[in-house]
């Protein structure tokens, strides 16, 4: 199994802060990282797929990167704001030959609350 | 409207009845997958499958079945329920299986084995 790890584990901001997280995975056999935001009582939802080293990726008021050597992928938002409350999941797949692909393992994602 | 649909989405069962939870996307997609979703464990991958008939185990497929006989629909199979299969389930789908494509998740189902 893949050890996916992402930190801090939970994070509490005020309006406005900026932010960042952290997702690390194994390096070798490495084909892709995903980053998902899942709202409580909802399913997740993706913000961003990376396969290249130095990937980087913005939607609105955030963004991620990707490390492929190192094994790490950072996603930051700019001016948190309530709504951006969430658990924010990283989840890596590995390139191991076959069907591969289709695995996905997640790291236990960090709980972002942002106070008003 | 684009969706993936789980029924039920609440389940309360007791141990040994076999139930099916049913899994169905509406997007042409290849790929789809289930997770099962435990307290502190995050999401965990039960089984995938990367097209009608081609199924693979995840890292936690004990005590599961799944079957993929049309690309639409990718069903789990409980035969025997035990409580520790207690959980939120969450069935998946991207366009391909290659890992680069984004997932679409169903609201999810929610286990209780008694």
Redesign the interface.
């Known amino acids: 199994i893949l050890n996916v790890e992402q930190s801090p584990q939970s994070l509490h901001v005020q309006e406005g802060d900026s932010t960042n997280f952290t997702c690390s995975f194994p390096s070798s056999n490495f084909y892709a990282l995903h980053w998902y935001r899942w709202e409580t009582a909802k399913s997740p939802e993706a913000l961003f797929v990376m396969t290249l080293n130095g990937d980087e990726k913005k939607k609105g008021r955030i963004s991620a990167t990707l490390n492929t050597k190192e094994g790490y992928s950072y996603l930051y938002i700019k001016g948190s704001q309530p709504e951006d409350s969430a658990t924010y999941l990283c989840a890596s797949t590995p390139n191991a030959g076959g069907t591969s692909y289709g695995k996905l393992t997640f790291g236990q994602g960090t709980i972002l609350t942002v106070h008003p | 409207e684009a969706q993936v649909t789980q029924n039920p989405r609440y389940l309360i069962t007791v141990t040994g009845k076999k139930l099916t939870v049913t899994c169905s996307q509406n997007m042409n997609h290849e790929?789809m997958?289930w997770?099962r979703q435990d307290p502190?464990?995050?999401?965990?991958?039960i089984y995938?499958?990367?097209n009608v008939e081609?199924t693979?185990k995840?890292?936690v497929p004990e005590g599961y079945k799944v079957s993929r006989k049309e690309k639409r629909n990718f069903p789990l199979i409980l035969e025997s329920p035990s409580p520790n299969q207690t959980s939120l389930y969450?069935c998946a789908s991207s366009l391909y299986?290659?890992?680069?494509?984004?997932?679409?998740?169903?609201?999810?189902t929610r286990l209780s084995v008694l």
């Open positions: 790929y997958s997770y502190g464990l995050g999401l965990r991958q995938y499958s990367m081609v693979d995840g890292d969450f299986g290659q890992g680069g494509n984004i997932q679409y998740f169903g609201a999810g």
